[in-house]
């Protein structure tokens, strides 16, 4: 990112919450990758409000997906995981309008899932 202007790299952080695989019909997310961008972003000109907003909402994102790969199976997990999805949803349509186009958070399109899912073991119980 040194050589790139604040501007490009804003564009990467609006591509890494929506592009596309040329082999895939879906929109697909890297929030990972976002959140380190926002990161960069908001060191690189803390004066920007719309930065610090990124890097919240990436930040309460990727919270999500933790929480969400740690869920134990119980019922009050699975509910306070739920009230968590109207946020998840709200947080789509602000990015869509900061972004000037939509995206589409479905937690399993992320790269995280869509690429490593299947070399992921589902129970460590039997290797």
Not at 2 to 27: D, M, W
Not at 52 to 60: E, V
Request: charged share 20%.
């Amino acid at each position: 990112l040194q050589n790139k202007t604040e501007a490009e790299i804003y564009e990467l952080l609006c591509q890494a919450v929506g592009f596309r695989r040329s082999y895939a019909t879906t929109t697909d997310t890297d929030f990972d990758f976002a959140l380190n961008i926002a990161t960069h972003l908001a060191h690189l000109n803390p004066r920007e409000p719309r930065y610090r907003i990124w890097l919240a909402d990436l930040r309460f994102i990727q919270n999500y997906l933790r929480a969400l790969e740690q869920w134990d199976g119980s019922l009050r997990q699975m509910l306070t995981l739920s009230a968590q999805v109207a946020q998840l949803m709200h947080l789509e349509e602000k990015h869509s309008r900061l972004r000037g186009a939509r995206v589409y958070y479905h937690i399993l399109n992320d790269v995280r899932y869509a690429v490593h899912a299947n070399v992921w073991r589902a129970s460590t119980a039997n290797p």
